[in-house]
Structures are given as C-alpha cells and as structure tokens.
C-alpha cells in the first residue's frame, strides 16, 4: 500500500559483512569520536564556583528592604497579596508601639510576612504594587530543600540585614 | 376631588426622568443611575440637612425651567439645589463640570495624608475612588500639610483628624441618632477639626455610626484596627433579632471569624439601617447571627478581587469529622512532609 505522505523509507536488513561482524572497527572509530572532545571547548561552567553573568532584570528570592536608617519599609498594605496571581503571599499586621519607632517606618508593620516559594512564580507583580519600595526580587536563586514546610519563608529569611552604615564608612576609610 | 401628582420634568444629560417637586438634583440623578450620578462626600440621604460642604457634585444647569429658561450663572451644588419643570442639568457631558470637579478633588486633598498603606478605609474609602476618578495624578501643593495625634474617642472609636475632609456627617449621626451630641467642629475655616468636648468618650448607643458614615479613613473601628484589609475579607449579609435597631448588617469575614460588623451599604456607600453598638462591636460570633447571603459587591471593587463567584470552599469552613477520618492516611501522609 502507499504511504499517505510519501515520506517512508523502506530500509533493506542485510546479513552483517566480515569485518562489521568483528566489531574492531567500529569500536576504534567511537574511540576517536571521544578522543576528539578531549580537545575542544567545554560549553559548561561548574555552577556554584562559578556563575555565569545574569540579566539585570533577573528575578530570584525576595528580599524585604529596609531605609537607610534601618527600619522596615514594609507596612503589610497588602497589595503584593492582592496583586500576587499565585496567591503566594500572606500577612499579617500588628500596630507599632512606643519606642519601636527606630524598627518600623510606618505606624503599621507586618509582622509575619510569608511567601511561599513553592507557589512563586517570580513574575515580580509584588515588586510592581509595592507603594513603599519594600519588596524586591533581587535574591539568588531560592534553593531546593526537602520538606514542604522549609519553602514557606517567613520574615527570618526575607527582612534584609541590618547594615550599620557608620561601621561600613570606617571600614572604608581605614 | 383627588389632586393629580404633581411630576417635574428634568433632564440630566439627555437622560429626561421625572421626579417629585422638591427632589434635588442629586437624587433626581440617582433615581436614574449609572455614570450620570455626581459623586458626593458629604451629602447622606439618611442624615437631614446634610450636603453642601463638600463640593464634588457640583454640575451645570444649562436651563433653568421651562417658565425661565436661563441657565444658572455658575455650577452648583446638585445636593442642595432643588429640580424646576424642564430643568436642564448637564454632569459628565460639560467638559467645565468635569475640570471643576478635578479641582474641588485637589482641594480636599490638599490636607489629606497618602497613607492608604496605613489606613483602614482603603478599599472602600469614597475618596480614594474620587481621586481616582477625577484627581489629578500629582499634587502641586508644596506646604507642609496640618498634622494630628490620633484620638482614641471611646474605645471602639479611632480619629485620625489627618484624614478628616470636614463633611459633618458624624456631627448630623451624633444629633439625629443619638440622644447626646459630645463632639463637634471646633475653630473656623481652614482650622477647622473634629473634636470631643475635651475628649469625652462618645458612649451613645448609636454613636457607632460614625463609622459607616465617614467617607474617609478619619473615624474608624478601633476592633477592626489593622486586623486585616477590606479586599482579604468577605462580606456576608447576616441579621439578628436586636431589641434596638433593626438588626441588618453586613459581616466582614476571614477564614471562620468575623473581623468586623458595618451596616448594610447601597450603590452609593451609604447604609440602609443604622444599627446599634451592640450589633456592631459586641455580637462578633457567627452565632450570634443568621446568615443570609454573600453580599453583592460591585464588580470593579477591589473587594471583589480574588473571590470566587460561589464560595468554594464555602465563606464559613466547618470542621467535618467524618470527612477528616476518611482522610486519616492521607492526613498522616502529608503531616510527614510538613
């Protein structure tokens, strides 16, 4: 019957020769195939070692920001929840105390502040919504773990460290 | 010999409807809806003698009546200016009422905080939907703005006198609700402030109206106070048996608790029933309530964001037992991996 698209290709099995049926031959030619990548390029990096540039707009772990005198930006409005289509994100708030001002920004702050990272898919809407510049994308990668729980990080993993601006100066200067 | 009703005609944007003498404006423009209807901050259909402070309704009457048919020399205030016989009104169609307007919603926020991150009335707040509807994208304004400290007025009651726009809606619920007025507007013009007489706690049985009728976030429910953001909740129409009001509410909902108990609002953010202090800051188990229906949220409002048009699962998650034993194994399985 003929092939409906004309495209088959009848393939003759023929008993293997003399020297096919040694196999030498075939062996020393994927030998040489080998040999050859000895000598050229290695296309990949060691990863961890070394990293290869990344695009400026990259995307990776959120961090939560803090003001340049150190307190939280963040004032858990709720709109990277709201914006958030994975629905990753939850809050929160608590009302800032006497005293805590030096902590906090805002009167209100969050505080828990959790994204689940099994349900992020880095699209940066959250980064997008934030009114008080308080959320950015610009971690490393969110690295793999073994329990489901250790993905949901909460404000331990995300609140950025607190930089003591005067100590950086001195260090600079000496 | 029964007297024939007496209807005026009046067209507001080409849209004729005819209303009952004495209608104002505003409510001939409501009866026909839609985008034609001016926004109002001050004036409150339930509360008497309330309007005209505000400003953001203003419109042009190209035609006074049938019998003069003059047009008003200047916009007016379509909450306080009565309807005439074949009066015409132009709103959204005068390219004037709308700059007009554009400048009234500078004015009022001229004083007025940007702190709706902070504030609870965001996402329902009647300002921030002006603002957004007609305000200008930056302010021009380079003066310090007035400052307050917050004043807690009882303690169910929060005043942010930052946030205040000075509509007198509170003072109008204070004397028409409650037996005893105990705050009002204290100095003049542009100094003007919402005020206790030297913070008296506002302890009136209905004073907790003050809450549903501020269009802004100045008086808001200290029980509610930073629990959680208007568009996470969900509101559910519930009523109870109340000896003193008519028991009507809305309950703001997460998860199993409720958060919060308003009145019941309309298309135009203002309550059908004003309900007790009982109602609103003591019954908060859902117990306490019938529960009726999910309430009908308009469908651009950021309250509408992320709700399912059914509640699945539904707004009130019951524990079941015998779905819980069925799931026994795999319960234990994904305690594990926790």
Not at chain 1, 118 to 144: M, N, Q, S
Not at chain 2, 122 to 128: F, P, T, V, Y
Not at chain 2, 143 to 170: A, P, S, V, W
Request: with cysteine.
């Amino acid at each position: 019957m003929q092939s409906l698209s004309n495209r088959k290709k009848v393939l003759e099995q023929k008993p293997m020769n003399f020297w096919e049926r040694i196999y030498l031959p075939a062996i020393a030619k994927g030998l040489s195939i080998t040999l050859k990548h000895f000598f050229k390029k290695i296309p990949t990096i060691k990863y961890p070692e070394q990293i290869r540039p990344y695009s400026k707009n990259f995307r990776g772990q959120h961090s939560l920001k803090r003001d340049e005198e150190g307190r939280e930006r963040c004032t858990a409005c709720g709109l990277c929840a709201l914006s958030c289509p994975a629905e990753a994100i939850t809050m929160t708030a608590a009302e800032r105390q006497k005293g805590e001002e030096d902590l906090y920004r805002e009167e209100k702050y969050a505080s828990v502040y959790e994204i689940n990272m099994l349900r992020c898919i880095f699209c940066g809407l959250c980064e997008e919504a934030c009114p008080k510049e308080a959320i950015y994308l610009d971690g490393p990668h969110v690295t793999a773990d073994y329990l489901r729980k250790d993905f949901i990080y909460g404000k331990d993993k995300l609140v950025e460290p607190k930089i003591d601006l005067v100590q950086l100066t001195q260090q600079k200067s000496l | 010999m029964a007297e024939e009703e007496v209807k005026f005609r009046v067209t507001i944007d080409g849209i004729p409807v005819d209303v009952a003498p004495g209608t104002s404006i505003l409510n001939a423009a409501r009866q026909i809806g839609g985008d034609i209807v001016p926004p109002a901050m001050c004036y409150y259909s339930k509360l008497e003698d309330s309007g005209g402070k505000c400003r953001t309704c203003l419109v042009k009457v190209s035609k006074g009546s049938e019998k003069d048919p003059r047009p008003m020399p200047k916009l007016v205030a379509s909450c306080r200016t009565t309807v005439m016989d074949g009066m015409e009104v132009q709103n959204i169609t005068s390219p004037e009422v709308v700059d007009a307007r554009k400048g009234v919603v500078e004015f009022l926020l001229i004083n007025h905080p940007l702190d709706c991150p902070v504030c609870d009335q965001a996402g329902e707040c009647k300002l921030q939907d002006l603002g957004y509807e007609h305000g200008a994208d930056q302010t021009r304004y380079e003066f310090g703005r007035r400052t307050f400290e917050r004043i807690d007025i009882g303690d169910k009651i929060q005043l942010h006198m930052n946030r205040c726009i000075l509509c007198y809606r509170c003072v109008y619920v204070a004397n028409q609700l409650t037996n005893k007025r105990e705050h009002g507007i204290m100095y003049r013009g542009d100094h003007s402030e919402i005020s206790t007489y030297i913070e008296e706690a506002l302890d009136n049985d209905f004073i907790g109206n003050v809450i549903d009728v501020c269009p802004v976030g100045a008086l808001t429910d200290k029980t509610f106070r930073f629990k959680n953001r208007v568009w996470f909740t969900k509101p559910v129409d519930a009523h109870r048996d109340c000896p003193s009001c008519s028991g009507k509410v809305t309950l703001w909902y997460k998860g199993a608790d409720v958060l919060r108990v308003t009145g019941r609002k309309d298309e135009f953010g203002e309550v059908e029933d004003f309900i007790c202090n009982t109602c609103r800051f003591e019954t908060k188990q859902t117990s306490d309530w019938i529960v009726e229906e999910p309430t009908q949220v308009d469908k651009e409002s950021v309250i509408n964001s992320n709700h399912y048009y059914n509640f699945n699962p539904p707004a009130v998650i019951k524990e079941n037992p015998a779905l819980q034993e069925a799931n026994a194994e795999q319960l234990a399985r994904t305690e594990k991996l926790k």
